[in-house]
């Protein structure tokens, strides 16, 4: 997989080939059972609570579907009612455009010592796609992340692994290790007695962050949604690291994908009641940050909202893949993926990992440059049942797969073997004569190549089918013949259209 | 061409699928109350789901308040008490503790070391055991609430709405608004829950009077 440059960090090994390394790491496996499996009841229990939950879930889709529609017209709304309200509002229409808006912005809060070269930021999506921190550094700004695990992931040095967890993968003791090693480096180091007791370690990086956020003039934030009749903006979280970034400093700077507008605050409720119990399995997220540009004597003097493309509409152009823009963020679909559960997010290669990244990662950096994604999900459907905007993610992952061989074919010019095994399948499967002589030939060679009931590595052209999964041994005899030999044809119907078949 | 025009051409072009006939607003739907989640004891609702959140509940009538609020500050040994402006003074209570006024507003190291604050609510959701701010008189700026590590809150039963539609459609979109459910928590580290990362680690809910 070749790298995207409006999307930080694919090119990591493809999936296939970074899931093998995942699924050998047992310890990762046993986490992400854990996890996945106890948030997963959480949200089940939550969401039978609300015996409307599917007539939510339904209007939560078409609000989303028809913002979409109109996504021009929304989005200058949101623009004038956030200006009204004394807030500025930029367009970004890539990465790079989103990174130099934010680095000017930070820089023009200017005095020159320490305080202005730094931002404190509140865990963002957006700006994690954007690769915003590697900007910032380049430009001399460290920017500090305030989430827990956000703060465990940049002290490691290392990827987040979940949209709402995103140090899943990490477990206590090697935190604790983190924290000793790396607080030093960034700030207030971490006390010598640090146990690896979560509450401890939650303790530890209360007293790391507090002192930065006591001192920060700019802070940086992602948008959960924003209305544009009001030009509301709102963030949920659960620790008040958000309340802290939105509230301290002088300087506000919000990163929003264009497609979080809602047309209206009133809208808000639909998903605010959907939000929480989707994503944690709450009935509500502890701290809830609604704010209207700027308000005299109450939070920042100044607030800068960006609205950021970087493939959005590129997204939006294709009348199918579109529906991924609908995503909430809310990682149901992860914790319900049979894919996900054994990988972990690392394998994805993309900042939005699991089914929903399997189908918007590569509309936002180009099919081709994420080919295997829409490949990495067996079709089960349990995202679309999880996911509380409807998304129909197997639909498009089938849509993408299309395009991923399409894209193939064009940049070889020639067949794919994709193309090929189809042809021949085609072949085959169209001539009841052929299938079963081709039946009776596998049963027989995949005997000789089986062990213990399952066809492991095999040599040339299907050694990379062979190499990503278990295939069962075919039975000895296909239904076809057994339907033969255990019930005689009765009259010639039967043998006529059989016949029939293959003549045409 | 700059950033807008860039990003909304694309939008345009990216939608021209969509029938210029159809009007952003089509077709209509309804807001608002779609079920009824709270039931008939709302008051009772509402203190029950919020001691789920594990903040700490109790009911009292009006006269009582105060004496409430000085409880919540004795079981934490609280010494001093940020009191915002507009607070009325009924809820103030008598103690070992020293009271903060906010007018000149506190410095940040000021409010880091008060040990509680003390608000009224603007609405509350029953569903969801959640009190609403919206950091008008009684409630103080949104840092008040923030930076102290006891965060007591004074709500009038009538001030409860049943749910989380209700609840919006009480509040101003152009104040700053805070919806707070339990005190600050994480589950970052192996889904283990930890209260107090960053914000409150006490919530003391003070329900006055009858539903």
Known sequence: ?504 | MNGREIVLSAIRGALSGVPGSERPDDPPHSHGRRADHAGPDVVGLFAERAAEYRATVVRVPAADAAAAVGRALARTGARSLVVPPGLPADLVPEGPWSLLTDVPPLTVGQLDAADAVVTTVATAIAVTGTVALDHGPGQGRRVLTLLPDQHICVVRADQIAPDVPEALRLLDPYRPLTLISGPSATSDIELDRVEGVHGPRTLDIVVVGEA
């Open chain 1, 1 to 504: 997989m070749s790298g995207a440059d409006n999307v930080v960090w694919l090119g990591t090994p493809a999936f296939p080939e970074a899931a093998r390394a995942a699924l050998a790491d047992t310890r990762l496996r046993a986490n992400l059972r854990r996890a996945t499996g106890t948030i997963r009841d959480r949200r089940l229990a939550v969401a039978a609570e609300l015996e409307d939950w599917e007539e939510l879930r339904e209007t939560a889709a078409t609000i989303k579907r028809r913002t979409l529609r109109h996504l021009d017209h929304h989005l200058l709304r949101l623009e004038k009612a956030v200006t009204a309200a004394g807030g500025v509002v930029h367009w970004a229409s890539d990465a790079v455009d989103a990174n130099r808006i934010v680095t000017a912005l930070v820089k023009a809060t200017g005095g020159g010592d320490i305080e202005n070269h730094e931002v404190v930021k509140v865990k963002s999506m957006a700006t994690q796609e954007i690769g915003l921190n590697e900007a910032l550094a380049d430009a001399g700004i460290r920017a500090y992340e305030t989430d827990l695990a956000e703060l465990i992931v940049q002290l490691g040095g290392d990827r987040p692994s979940h949209i709402l967890v995103p140090a899943i993968h990490r477990g206590r003791s090697e935190i604790r290790e983190i924290f000793r090693r790396e607080m030093g480096e960034w700030g207030r180091p971490a006390p010598e007695d640090l146990t690896d007791d979560p509450r401890d370690l939650a303790e530890a990086a209360r007293l790391h962050l507090r002192e930065k956020f006591l001192r920060a003039k700019v802070a940086v934030s992602g948008a959960n949604f924003a209305a544009a009749d009001t030009g509301t903006v709102a963030v949920v979280e659960s620790e008040g690291n958000g309340r802290m970034c939105l509230t301290l400093p002088e300087t506000l700077i919000t990163v929003m994908g264009i497609e979080k507008v809602l047309p209206s605050f009133a809208d808000l409720d639909v998903f605010l009641q959907l939000l929480p119990r989707s994503s944690t399995g709450e009935r509500m997220n502890p701290y809830t940050s609604l704010w209207t540009g700027v308000t005299e004597g109450d939070g920042p003097r100044n607030f800068h909202l960006v609205l950021l493309d970087n493939g959005r509409t590129a997204t939006l152009a294709d009348e199918v893949g579109r529906q991924a823009l609908a995503c909430i963020r809310c990682s149901a679909c992860l914790n319900v993926c049979p894919v996900y559960e054994r990988t972990g997010g690392h394998a994805y290669g993309s900042v939005y990992p699991g089914p929903i990244g399997a189908v918007l990662t590569p509309q936002l950096v180009g099919v081709e440059n994420a080919a295997s994604l829409p490949f990495a999900s067996t079709l089960c459907g349990a995202c679309y049942d999880a996911c509380p905007v409807k998304i129909n993610i197997p639909e498009v992952l089938v849509h993408l797969r299309a395009e991923a061989v399409e894209a193939k074919r064009r940049d070889r010019l020639l067949p794919t073997s994709e193309g090929l095994a189809m042809k021949a399948a085609g072949a085959v499967l169209g001539s009841p004569r052929r299938l079963a002589a081709v039946q009776r030939l596998a049963a027989v060679g995949a005997r000789l190549v089986a062990r213990d009931g399952r066809i492991g590595a095999l040599p040339g052209p299907f050694a990379r089918w062979s190499g990503t999964r278990d295939t069962p041994v075919p039975t000895r005899e296909s239904l076809r013949a057994w339907w033969r030999r255990t019930r005689p044809p009765r009259s010639e119907d039967s043998s006529t259209t059989a016949q029939g078949e293959e003549r045409r």
